[in-house]
């Protein structure tokens, strides 16, 4: 089932895999860059948690040396400036904390700043080459724009103001990198436990592995799955819907890779998929369940797309959940439909109510009510002329069929092969006489799920069955998760 459409799936979450995968290279890259970061940065927060312990002593109720000091720790995470300021322990370095602390609160006392450098009076670092190769074209210590290099630079002000002394930087962050690599998570832990500021642990989030896919990276797979979405009769407006929320999902935020960057696409995937295919639905078990008894069911769809079929698999269905069900044929056009639903209430062991060829069918409709209320049944399955939607003859009998009975349910029916058709016969008896959901035959001869991916979508009602063969047994609720699976799953093994 649906096994075109699997492959192509597959083939998109293997070519953004791809993209995901080189933008993940890049950062592995850097890691020792990010290691510095991340050093340089908690190197400056266990100096304010000491400054903060130190001065907290006299009494010096207001200005709290912890508040600035959070400032400065919140102000450090967004940027290249924030952790440059955060190496507290060169003369130069604590020449940009001050450059730094004044960009960001341009009152004049800062003495916090200052108590905070003197707090550790630490060696003047050698600088270490290496350190600045790693800083590369100069990006500094850009924790976040790390990993997006080719985007232009958004930050101004006052990172330029910490700019100037690159040197005394790269051997700031190289102490603090050494500082922290021996005790880096007893750092953070402690931090965190002592409830100072949080700040350790934001900084680590932002340094753990990570990728950006770019809009360009995706923009081959994406052109790929569209063209391959049509192909497989996925209607037009659904398939721009789960490009959009693709890129929503994918493009432009960076992404931690906690697992893999194949299941950040694979969830992309099946979010993107499960929204255009879970719509409207609900829980069909329960609304039987809910309904005043009987409760009336009548099925629509054009010639010969499995309607009585899918009446009698239905009341297989029902009467396995305790329901007790009564047959009515509205299609008292056809010749021979008579007999053909009569063969399946036989065979079902379940009574059939029919009136001569040519009849009206709501009146059929009406007779099976009269029937279920006098015998106890809970459910009336009726079936319809299967004529085009566009016939007016079968919409007034529907639309007498709604007055006379009142059903609690209208479903479409149509066969997942028809793909395109199908979707476009949905929309339009959907418009024509309001359905409630649909039942989607043959889905068991479909590779390309064209249908199944798009009738909710288009006509706001949801798929709530799949016929998946001609016994009585082959009717599958359709559950959009579980169709996310079917349609996923066995990508890896092929
Ligand atoms: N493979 C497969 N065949 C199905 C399925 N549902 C129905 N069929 C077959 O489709 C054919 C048409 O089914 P019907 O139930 O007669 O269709 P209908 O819509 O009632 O047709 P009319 O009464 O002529 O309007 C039959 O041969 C069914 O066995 C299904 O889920 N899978």
């Given at each position: 089932m649906f096994d075109n459409l699997k492959e192509k799936l597959g083939s998109f979450r293997k070519d953004a895999e791809e993209a995901a995968e080189e933008n993940v290279e890049e950062v592995e890259d850097e890691e020792d860059l990010e290691d510095v970061d991340e050093a340089a940065v908690e190197a400056e927060a266990e100096a304010?948690?000491?400054?903060?312990?130190?001065?907290?002593?006299?009494?010096?109720?207001?200005?709290?040396?912890?508040?600035?000091?959070?400032?400065?720790?919140?102000?450090?995470?967004d940027g290249d400036l924030e952790a440059e300021a955060a190496a507290p322990d060169s003369g130069e370095a604590a020449a940009n904390a001050d450059a730094s602390s004044a960009a960001v609160e341009p009152e004049p006392e800062s003495a916090d700043t200052e108590a905070e450098l003197e707090s550790e009076p630490e060696p003047e670092p050698e600088p270490e080459p290496e350190t600045e190769s790693g800083s590369g074209s100069g990006s500094g210590l850009d924790l976040e724009g790390m990993i997006r290099d080719d985007e232009p630079e958004e930050s101004a002000g006052p990172a330029d103001a910490a700019e100037p002394d690159a040197e005394a930087d790269a051997a700031a962050e190289t102490e603090a990198a050494e500082a922290v690599e021996d005790d880096d998570t007893d750092t953070d832990d402690e931090a965190e436990s002592n409830g100072s500021t949080g700040f350790g642990r934001k900084a680590k989030s932002l340094v753990k592995g990570k990728f950006v896919i770019e809009e360009e990276d995706l923009e081959d797979p994406l052109h790929e799955l569209e063209l391959a979405l049509l192909s497989s009769d996925v209607e037009m407006g659904v398939v721009d819907e789960i490009l959009d929320n693709l890129r929503d999902e994918l493009i432009g935020e960076t992404r931690a890779f906690t697992t893999s960057t194949g299941d950040v696409i694979e969830e992309a995937l099946r979010d993107a998929i499960y929204d255009v295919i879970s719509v409207g639905q609900f829980d069909f078990n329960e609304r039987i369940a809910i309904e005043d008894k009987p409760?009336?069911?009548?099925?629509?769809?054009?010639?010969?797309?499995?309607?009585?079929?899918?009446?009698?698999?239905?009341?297989?269905y029902l009467e396995e959940r305790g329901y007790s069900t009564v047959m009515a044929n509205g299609d008292t056009y056809r010749a021979g439909a008579n007999e053909q639903i009569q063969e399946h209430a036989d065979a079902l062991d379940t009574k059939c109510i029919s009136h001569e060829q040519g009849g009206d069918p709501a009146a059929v409709l009406y007779d099976a009510v009269e029937y279920a209320e006098a015998n106890d049944i809970d459910v009336v399955l009726g079936d319809t002329a299967g004529r085009l939607h566009t016939d007016e003859g079968l919409m007034d009998q529907l639309a007498k069929i709604d007055r006379v009975v009142d059903p609690d349910m209208t479903l479409f029916v149509d066969e997942a092969v028809a793909g395109q058709d199908a979707v476009n016969r949905a929309r339009e008896f959907n418009e024509a006489a309001e359905i409630d959901g649909a039942v989607l035959t043959k889905a068991d001869a479909d590779s390309n799920g064209g249908a199944a991916i798009s009738v909710a979508h288009v006509t706001g009602k949801p798929i709530l069955f799949l016929g998946v063969g001609q016994g009585y047994d082959h009717l599958e609720r359709f559950d959009p998760d579980e169709m996310v699976d079917r349609l996923l799953e066995d990508e890896d093994e092929e």
């Open positions: 304010a948690d000491a400054e903060e312990a130190g001065a907290a002593e006299p009494e010096a109720p207001d200005t709290t040396p912890g508040d600035d000091a959070a400032e400065v720790a919140e102000t450090e995470a409760v009336v069911i009548v099925f629509t769809g054009v010639n010969g797309v499995g309607k009585t079929t899918s009446i009698a698999k239905m009341s297989r």
